[in-house]
């Protein structure tokens, strides 16, 4: 489970009787894009999350197909979902962007309607082969400058100045061979080489916030003990741990 210690402001820790809904009046928005109803939660930033999200990884027999995004997304939107929640990992932030875009464009949404969340450092796997994430575990590569780079590409294929929620994918590599790409092969790091890892990925997260670029930062699928390690380290605690 998450711990409650050092996220306060996640959804997991919330207390029921804090979360918020949206207004039940209807929204300024283009004629029949209206948002639905949906609860909300306050981060410890104060940023309001809704709690209900549309997922963009879409695959069939292991194949990503992002095309999907061009019909789903618009059915998504127009069906009033404001939570997009994507990941470098899923091959579809360009067409998110582009389906964001010509919401915007065309005035039925402004970036302020939409709460849009996007994830990094998710090791190669069998369905990520083209991952340039070896700085999750290589010691010759700056974990740092890795989320950095992977980030601005983000940005770059959504075509957006910020994202509201930016979140460590995974917590290192995974401990489960059979999920590498096919003829890789890569020593697991020592406990301790995974956790400096994990605190240089996190200090380029603090920076990403410090500059604007993330209304609010944390992680995903960290276990307790990957908090325990990483809190001491934290100029900004993590404000949320999405779990799959």
Same mark, same amino acid.
Not at 13 to 22: D, K, M, V
């Given at each position: 489970?998450?711990?409650?210690?050092?996220?306060?402001?996640?959804?997991?820790?919330?207390?029921p009787?804090?979360?918020?809904?949206?207004?039940?009046?209807?929204?300024?928005?283009?004629?029949?894009?209206?948002?639905?109803?949906?609860?909300?939660?306050?981060?410890?930033?104060?940023?309001? *999350?809704?709690?209900?999200?549309?997922?963009t990884?879409?695959?069939?027999?292991?194949?990503?197909?992002?095309?999907?995004?061009?019909?789903?997304?618009?059915?998504?939107?127009?069906?009033?979902?404001?939570? *997009?929640?994507s990941?470098?990992m899923?091959?579809?932030?360009?067409?998110?962007?582009?389906?964001?875009?010509?919401?915007?464009?065309?005035?039925r949404?402004?970036?302020?309607?939409?709460?849009?969340?996007?994830?990094?450092?998710?090791?190669?796997?069998?369905?990520?082969?083209?991952?340039?994430?070896?700085?999750?575990?290589?010691?010759?590569?700056?974990?740092?400058?890795?989320?950095?780079?992977?980030?601005?590409?983000?940005?770059?294929?959504?075509?957006?100045?910020?994202?509201?929620?930016?979140?460590?994918?995974?917590?290192?590599?995974?401990?489960?061979?059979?999920?590498?790409?096919?003829?890789?092969?890569?020593?697991?790091?020592?406990?301790?080489?995974?956790?400096?890892?994990?605190?240089?990925?996190?200090?380029?997260?603090?920076? *990403?916030?410090?500059?604007?670029?993330?209304r609010? *930062?944390?992680?995903?699928?960290?276990t307790?003990?990957?908090?325990?390690?990483?809190?001491?380290v934290?100029?900004?605690?993590?404000?949320?741990?999405q779990?799959e």
């Amino acid at each position: 489970g998450v711990p409650r210690r050092g996220l306060e402001g996640s959804v997991a820790a919330e207390p029921p009787a804090q979360r918020r809904r949206l207004s039940d009046q209807p929204s300024a928005e283009g004629e029949g894009v209206v948002a639905a109803r949906v609860p909300t939660a306050a981060l410890a930033n104060g940023v309001e *999350i809704p709690m209900v999200g549309f997922g963009t990884a879409s695959s069939r027999d292991g194949v990503r197909l992002p095309e999907r995004m061009y019909s789903f997304l618009p059915a998504a939107l127009d069906a009033g979902y404001r939570h *997009i929640d994507s990941a470098s990992m899923y091959g579809s932030e360009r067409q998110v962007g582009a389906v964001l875009g010509r919401y915007f464009m065309d005035g039925r949404l402004t970036r302020e309607d939409v709460f849009l969340t996007t994830k990094v450092a998710h090791p190669p796997t069998i369905d990520f082969v083209e991952a340039q994430t070896h700085y999750v575990y290589d010691p010759e590569i700056s974990a740092f400058d890795g989320v950095l780079r992977e980030f601005l590409q983000c940005l770059d294929r959504l075509g957006l100045g910020y994202v509201d929620l930016l979140l460590l994918h995974w917590p290192g590599l995974f401990d489960c061979p059979q999920r590498f790409p096919a003829g890789w092969k890569v020593p697991l790091p020592s406990r301790e080489a995974a956790r400096r890892k994990r605190a240089e990925m996190w200090a380029a997260m603090e920076h *990403i916030y410090e500059r604007k670029l993330a209304r609010a *930062i944390g992680v995903s699928n960290f276990t307790q003990e990957h908090l325990e390690h990483l809190l001491p380290v934290c100029k900004v605690k993590p404000m949320m741990n999405q779990v799959e």
